[in-house]
């Protein structure tokens, strides 16, 4: 044999190794089937926190190779035991979704097909699944069929797609940014600050809108400021509003502010990160009334449908302004095209390559019916109201009433600094663990703050979380005498 032939030979038995045999493949997925149906069967009894930190080292990748049980052992203790617990329903601190097993599958499948879903010419069947999600959000959202989408890893590049089309459409460049004006609430998700600074419009002008004691806009104070802005040769060109800020859940005056933003030639952006699947629920839908005027929307599976975390959604109305950004040809790619062809993902977005993320929102839709997503939505909105209902039984104070399932609460002791006791108190509610939820600070008022959403967060949850409280604060109480 030739020396090219026998050198190629040699490396293909070592890298066979990269290709388990049948038998090997089902001794690895029975393993992992076997942690994963421990971790659920015991979520229930594992604390949602722990401060622990990652032992030293446990990471470093070396030479030397490691079984699968070896690699799961240091994945459960190492990753799923420190740290917040997402999976577990006990985490109603930041906003979490849970992680829907049956989406775990569907992740499991695209990665073993590996399918290219960046461009239709590739995999005709993934890329039309993909537009068919996001034909279904635009008819929950009112959105024209005309309209374009995106699946994105989350809210945050789902918010760069949109606002990038907004600067493009509005031409917002060179020496115009400067006396371009946006229009947004202080409860803004941070995000939008990013994806300002990343597309180049760091030094427009902000202008923080008032607020009314929900946190919502404030649409007079809006306008007031449009048209001062105008008065004084300035450009405004986008006002953003929230359907679900992240602080307190409050949603915008959705219509009003799509009126203001129509007959001033604004780019109306809503974000909906949070809360916008809770327009499938009777009892809140009315709430999102306007969001159909937006522009642009960012939605985000992972959270209000209850996805493990890597999947966001954008829906934008005018399609040449997202493609001027986003479509761009290369020579290499030139077998691809075909003006007739589907909208490929690829040019909606930053990404070529991208993970075949519409298969974890598309199989279990398919699976499970809508019902049990929008059941469990309106049941995060009764568990909202029964958690604020307890905590005043034990004497806590609440914040207004909350729009959907994102509210705070503190406790009025009678020590001189009500903002320590309540920072001691979050701080033992983080050292207990069991149930985990953040704190923020409104209007100088060191506050916790609880956001229900986790599929697996229950009534017991609830009811465990109240205990809890109340336990930790008596030991805050006792420790400040
Ligand atoms: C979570 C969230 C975002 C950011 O989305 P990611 O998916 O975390 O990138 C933006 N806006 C709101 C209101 C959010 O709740």
């Not at 690895?28 to 594992?46: A, G, M, P, R």
């Not at 949850?461 to 809890?468: F, R, V």
Request: charged content about 25%.
């Amino acid at each position: 044999m030739s020396n090219l032939k026998q050198k190629i030979l040699d490396l293909q038995h070592i890298s066979e190794d990269l290709e388990p045999t049948e038998a090997q493949r089902n001794k690895y997925i029975t393993q992992v089937n076997n942690y994963t149906n421990s971790f659920i069967n015991e979520l229930k009894d594992t604390n949602a926190y722990s401060d622990e930190k990652e032992s030293d080292n446990v990471f470093a990748i070396t030479s030397k190779k490691k079984t699968l049980q070896e690699i799961l052992k240091i994945y459960a203790d190492e990753v799923a035991a420190k740290g917040i617990n997402p999976a577990s329903g006990g985490h109603i601190g930041y906003i979490p979704g849970g992680g829907i097993y049956t989406a775990a599958i569907a992740d499991y499948l695209a990665d073993v097909t590996n399918e290219y879903s960046g461009m239709y010419f590739a995999s005709p069947g993934a890329v039309t699944m993909e537009n068919e999600l996001i034909d279904w959000m635009k008819s929950i959202f009112g959105f024209p069929k005309t309209a374009i989408g995106n699946l994105t890893s989350g809210g945050s590049i789902a918010t760069l797609i949109a606002l990038t089309s907004a600067r493009d459409k509005h031409g917002i460049k060179n020496a115009n940014i400067e006396k371009s004006v946006i229009y947004l609430s202080e409860q803004v998700h941070h995000c939008i600050n990013k994806a300002l600074r990343i597309i180049g419009l760091e030094d427009v002008i902000i202008r923080y809108i008032e607020l009314d004691e929900n946190s919502r806009i404030i649409t007079e104070n809006l306008q007031a400021k449009i048209e001062m802005d105008k008065a004084e040769g300035l450009n405004p060109f986008l006002v953003i509003a929230s359907s679900g800020t992240t602080d307190t859940g409050a949603i915008d005056p959705l219509q009003t502010i799509g009126n203001i933003a129509k007959v001033n030639n604004l780019w109306y952006h809503i974000d909906a990160a949070y809360g916008g699947f809770f327009i499938l629920t009777e009892s809140k839908k009315e709430a999102f009334k306007g969001i159909e005027l937006a522009d642009s929307l960012v939605i985000d599976p992972h959270k209000g449908l209850f996805l493990p975390y890597g999947l966001g959604a954008v829906l934008v109305k005018d399609k040449a302004s997202v493609y001027h950004s986003h479509h761009y040809r290369a020579n290499y790619m030139q077998d691809a095209i075909g003006d007739s062809m589907p909208v490929n993902p690829a040019d909606v977005s930053p990404e070529l390559t991208k993970h075949f993320r519409g298969l974890r929102l598309w199989l279990p839709l398919q699976l499970h019916g809508i019902a049990p997503f929008v059941a469990c939505l309106e049941e995060k909105l009764l568990l909202t109201t029964y958690f604020r209902e307890r905590l005043l039984e034990i004497g806590f104070k609440l914040g207004p009433e909350p729009d959907l399932s994102v509210s705070y609460f503190w406790y009025p002791s009678n020590s001189v600094d009500k903002n320590i006791f309540n920072e001691k108190l979050m701080q033992e509610i983080h050292n207990d663990g069991q149930i985990f939820l953040s704190s923020t600070t409104i209007k100088g008022k060191f506050v916790i703050r609880l956001a229900i959403l986790s599929f697996r967060t229950k009534l017991d949850t609830i009811d465990k979380a109240i205990a809890m409280i109340d336990r930790v604060r008596k030991v805050v109480e006792d420790s400040s005498i």
